[in-house]
């Protein structure tokens, strides 16, 4: 069965950083990224890697955050720096499966950005 476990959200101050892990289990990976949905909005691609480390990001992220992964642990990472109030939103991993190429989603983690 694969799961996806997000941790590492939380309150933060402007101009500070935040790293959430992503740690998946129950199968082998190819892309993995992050994605974000603030209230009234709709769900955003923040960040997406590769297999192979390819990593791309939103515009809005760019310089700010970097998404890596560490293939032994089937976990994905994003270390997000110089955080902006409205970076504020729930983070969600997903990791399409390598066999089947099917999407699975985490639960999601708040992160609070604070002016």
């Known amino acids: 069965q694969v799961q996806l476990v997000e941790s590492g959200g939380g309150l933060v101050q402007a101009g500070g950083s935040l790293r959430l892990s992503c740690a998946a289990s129950?199968?082998?990976?190819?892309?993995m990224g992050w994605y974000r949905q603030a209230p009234g909005n709709q769900r955003e691609l923040v960040a997406q890697i590769t297999g192979g480390g390819r990593a791309n990001y939103a515009d809005s992220v760019k310089g700010r955050f970097t998404i890596s992964r560490d293939n032994a642990k089937n976990t994905v990472y994003l270390q997000m720096n110089s955080l902006k109030p409205e970076d504020t939103a729930v983070y969600y991993c997903?990791?399409?499966?390598?066999?089947?190429?099917?999407?699975?989603w985490g639960q999601g983690t708040q992160v609070t950005v604070s002016s």
């Open positions: 129950g199968s082998l990976f190819s892309t």
């Open positions: 997903n990791a399409n499966v390598l066999a089947t190429s099917r999407l699975y």
